[in-house]
């Protein structure tokens, strides 16, 4: 029971141009929700995460949507650049459990 | 501070050997986790501790596998005896209070020939 999903294994993007990652969920009690960034032969690192008190956050480049009815949630970067170009996971936490739900993770490539 | 520290990096070991996989959290960090990462099905939480404390291991595959933190600054992950399906890429994780923000190692690449 996938929980957390990431429907795209990659994406590929200009340089230059919006990237933007999606994520869905099925558990209506997670209210926190996270987005990291792996490099290869690295581990993963927090890059930016939402509260499901709001609907966006911001942070340089990078900002999440959340839509709570839908169940969705977005990662846009832009502009995108050639060290964005790695897999992005989505995770997801619920109040009462001190756990991360993770998604497959979709490796996104900028092209020059 | 250093941030999550794993050892070895490498380990290449055969069927049937006992490994040992080491984790230092980061100083201060109430919890701990310990994930899998394979190619079929992507990155898996094993077990986490809390305070020192295993809380859910129902990750763990089988009993093959067990975890320890016998104090707050080391965890090891102990795979005995070892089979090649254990193959994968094993990160420890710590994170401060709750257990979303989580600050990841550099991994232990395990190879069973």
């Known amino acids: 029971d996938q929980q957390v999903k990431q429907n795209s294994p990659s994406l590929s993007v200009q340089e230059g141009r919006i990237s933007i990652l999606n994520c869905d969920y099925t558990?209506?009690?997670?209210?926190?929700f996270l987005w990291y960034k792996k490099y290869p032969a690295e581990g993963p690192t927090f890059l930016i995460s939402?509260?499901?008190i709001k609907d966006k956050n911001e942070d340089g480049r990078f900002t999440v949507f959340l839509n709570k009815s839908a169940k969705h949630l977005s990662l846009h970067i832009v502009p995108s650049q050639p060290g964005d170009s790695a897999v992005y996971f989505c995770?997801?936490?619920?109040?009462?459990?001190?756990?991360?739900?993770w998604g497959a993770g979709t490796k996104l490539i900028i092209k020059p | 501070d250093a941030g999550v520290i794993q050892s070895p990096r490498h380990e290449v070991t055969e069927m049937g050997q006992e490994v040992t996989l080491r984790c230092k959290p980061i100083?201060?960090?109430?919890?701990l986790f310990w994930y899998r990462q394979t190619m079929m099905r992507g990155l898996e939480l094993l077990i986490y501790?809390?305070?020192?404390?295993?809380?859910?291991d129902s990750g763990m595959p089988e009993d093959r596998f067990s975890a320890k933190m016998p104090n707050a600054s080391f965890s090891t992950l102990k795979i005995q005896p070892s089979e090649p399906r254990d193959s994968a890429v094993y990160f420890c994780?710590?994170?401060?209070?709750?257990?979303?923000?989580?600050?990841f190692g550099p991994g232990t690449r395990l190879t069973v020939l």
């Open positions: 994780a710590t994170s401060l209070v709750r257990a979303d923000t989580q600050y």
């Open positions: 100083s201060g960090h109430d919890y």
């Open positions: 501790f809390n305070n020192n404390v295993p809380i859910d």
């Open positions: 558990n209506s009690m997670f209210d926190y």
């Open positions: 939402i509260s499901s």
């Open positions: 995770a997801a936490s619920a109040d009462s459990n001190y756990q991360l739900i």
